[in-house]
């Protein structure tokens, strides 16, 4: 990477789907159906989160396990967090599971 290239930061995937398009008070024959767009562009945009968290997350599984506990992983995590539902969104629940078993070892710990 050279100096004048942009740095690529990830971006927030804890996005919030789309608000519903607002009903009109009167029907026009030209109007495009908004319940398909808005179907489609939430289809479309859970589409793209499972993809980028398996372009960011399933690479890590050819690391060993010490490796991935090193970075805050579990093999097992990830694996669970890749076989979700395309409506939930993996990366999120990979990290709410990360935090809460973080918090049993420190609770062992004690």
């Known amino acids: 990477m050279s100096q004048y290239e942009p740095l ?3 971006q927030p995937t804890a996005r919030k789907r789309p608000a519903p398009p607002p009903q009109p008070d ?3 024959p030209a109007m495009p159906p908004l319940g398909l767009i808005y179907a489609l562009e939430t289809k479309w ?3 793209l989160r499972r993809r980028r968290f398996r372009q960011r ?3 890590l599984l050819a690391h060993d396990d010490h490796m991935l506990e090193d970075m805050g992983h579990c093999r097992e995590d990830i694996l669970w967090a890749s076989r979700l539902p395309l409506k939930e969104d993996a990366t999120e629940a990979l990290m709410q599971r990360r935090t809460i078993r ?3 070892q ?3 710990r004690r």
Do not use: E, G, H
């Open 8 to 10: 690529r930061r990830p």
């Open 26 to 28: 009167f029907y026009m």
């Open 45 to 47: 945009q859970d589409y």
């Open 57 to 59: 997350f399933l690479p």
């Open 102 to 104: 973080n918090a049993t």
């Open 106 to 108: 420190q609770r062992r």
